[in-house]
């Protein structure tokens, strides 16, 4: 979807790109963790970089992709997970 829809916006001057979170530390994912205190060491397994996602983490990417600094990018999807997806 993300390569039709850049395809499509491009003539227009309309980027479109993805981001594909991984497991990302929030108030949903701290319950599953306290109810599932090995779900932890289970996420950081896959994680190349050993600690958990934050919020912020997304965030930058974002506004990365929505800056003038990435006028040049479109049809992308951006793993931001630790590089889990590269395992």
Same mark, same amino acid.
């Given at each position: +979807?993300?390569?039709?829809?850049? +395809? @499509? ?13 991984? &497991? ?5 994912? /701290? =319950?599953? +963790? ?16 050993? =600690?958990?996602? @934050?919020? @912020? ?11 003038? @600094? ?7 999807? &951006?793993?931001?997970? /630790? ?5």
């Amino acid at each position: +979807m993300t390569r039709q829809l850049a +395809m @499509e916006g491009a003539p227009h001057g309309i980027r479109a790109n993805t981001i594909s979170p991984g &497991f990302i530390l929030t108030e949903a994912t /701290s =319950r599953h +963790m306290e109810a599932e205190p090995a779900l932890k060491e289970k996420v950081l397994a896959k994680n190349m970089l050993k =600690r958990l996602g @934050e919020p @912020e983490d997304i965030a930058f990417c974002a506004i990365w992709l929505a800056s003038d @600094e990435a006028c040049y990018v479109t049809g992308g999807d &951006f793993p931001v997970d /630790s590089g889990a997806a590269a395992w």
